[in-house]
């Protein structure tokens, strides 16, 4: 029989796992992926999301139906509640409030993270997704001021994307070392501050915000920010909070798969230590200090070491940078720059954003091609319907 791997949270990078393992390769695996959103809602590109979120979510938002790649991947609508290790099921309940065991085989976790506003485990459909997206960018359209605080990729990129958006507004930047991106290379940062000044933020090292009792990061605030660090107060008409705060979601998981943070323990197969069947990538992986799986496309990895397990064959090793890499700004109008780990910047033309990098490297490489709207082979109730079976 074959064999059924669960993928546990379709995002980033669950569904390029996903994808990888649904490929009719020997040994094949029967696939299930578990979402509680109807199709990838990314993590990444906080600033463009904010600025721009309808072209945002025309390259970060996709229903599953729309990737080729998943075709042969049944995905369940739900949220995942809880796991039977002896028995190798996980527990979902379903939007229209019933729940269903699905077992597997193999369970690769990749849950991500809970970060502000941006970045929520909770079930949702396209309408409730729109309205999250539309919000804060509509709040920040109306702002003359807007306070980011936060001095990593999320809170420099949304910096730079409003200033750029709206340059009537008066943008400021508040971190609370001597630079940024400290987990960057310092030639990183050098840059990035070019360009942030270059585009009018105005930049306010040494503050370290002190968070009010009632602090949930879950909108965009306008009281004042109050510094431990001395400073007076400062106000403006939307404060956003990008401060990495992130909570790994893993609460419907059992203690004896966690670390003392909550994240899930792997090897450096990805594997968990007392439970070989269970995999675990991504955001929510205790992999190394910066936790680097997504961006450093361990999917690949993973798939190859559940073909691995079930073949009886050796397993590879995921061996992560000891530094942030990446695009930081995300797409400017002058192009996109990506950093290397030795802080080395390559910038892609403005025009081969739209024209190669996305449709050729990002849509038919990575994803196996992606389908336009319309272009769907099955509508998203069939979806919600098929995911009702156990
Ligand atoms: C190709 C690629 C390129 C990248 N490039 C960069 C870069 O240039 N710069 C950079 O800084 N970073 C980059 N990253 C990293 C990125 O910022 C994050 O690390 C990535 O978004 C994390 O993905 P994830 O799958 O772990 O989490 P997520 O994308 O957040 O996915 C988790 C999913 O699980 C769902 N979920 C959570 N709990 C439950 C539950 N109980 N039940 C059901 N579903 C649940 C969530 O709703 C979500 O859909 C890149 C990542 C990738 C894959």
Redesign the pocket.
């Known amino acids: 029989m074959t064999p059924r791997v669960v993928i546990?949270?379709?995002?980033?990078?669950?569904v390029?796992t996903a994808i990888k393992l649904a490929r009719p390769v020997a040994p094949r695996c029967d696939v299930v992926g578990?979402?509680?959103?109807p199709g990838l809602?990314?993590?990444?590109e906080l600033g463009w999301r904010l600025a721009r979120p309808d072209n945002w979510a025309k390259h970060n938002w996709i229903p599953f139906q729309r990737f080729r790649g998943l075709d042969r991947v049944r995905t369940v609508h739900?949220?995942?509640t809880g796991v039977d290790l002896a028995g190798r099921t996980v527990s979902v309940v379903l939007a229209d409030g019933s729940s269903a065991p699905v077992a597997y085989d193999v369970l690769v976790i990749?849950?991500?993270?809970t970060n502000g506003f941006w970045?929520r485990?909770t079930l949702q459909g396209t309408a409730d997704i729109g309205a999250d997206l539309r919000a804060p960018h509509e709040q920040l359209a109306a702002a003359r001021s807007v306070i980011v605080v936060g001095g990593g990729?999320a809170a420099v990129s949304s910096a730079a994307h409003i200033a750029t958006t709206w340059p009537g507004a008066r943008v400021d930047l508040y971190f609370p070392g001597g630079r940024a991106l400290v987990d960057h290379h310092p030639r990183t940062w050098d840059r990035v501050r070019r360009r942030l000044i270059d585009v009018g933020v105005a930049l306010h090292p040494g503050h370290r915000a002190h968070l009010p009792d009632t602090f949930t990061g879950d909108t965009l605030t306008t009281e004042p920010v109050r510094w431990s660090t001395g400073q007076p107060p400062a106000s403006a008409d939307a404060v956003l909070w990008a401060i990495g705060r992130v909570r790994p979601?893993t609460g419907?998981l059992p203690p004896e798969l966690l670390d003392e943070h909550g994240f899930v323990r792997v090897t450096p197969q990805l594997q968990a230590p007392s439970h070989p069947e269970v995999f675990a990538i991504?955001?929510?992986a205790a992999t190394d200090p910066l936790r680097s799986s997504?961006?450093n496309?361990a999917d690949g990895l993973l798939a190859h070491n559940v073909r691995a397990a079930f073949a009886g064959k050796p397993l590879r090793r995921y061996r992560p940078p000891t530094r942030?890499w990446?695009?930081?700004l995300g797409i400017q109008p002058d192009g996109l720059e990506?950093f290397a780990p030795n802080g080395r910047a390559f910038r892609f033309p403005a025009w081969t954003f739209e024209r190669v990098l996305m449709p050729w490297i990002v849509r038919r490489g990575?994803y196996r091609g992606i389908r336009s709207e319309g272009q769907t082979t099955r509508g998203s109730s069939a979806l919600i319907r098929s995911s009702s079976r156990g």
């Open positions: 546990a949270g379709m995002g980033d990078t669950g390029l578990i979402s509680a959103k809602v990314s993590g990444q739900g949220s995942l990749a849950t991500g993270v970045r485990p990729a979601n419907w991504g955001d929510v997504a961006r496309r942030r990446g695009s930081v990506v990575m």
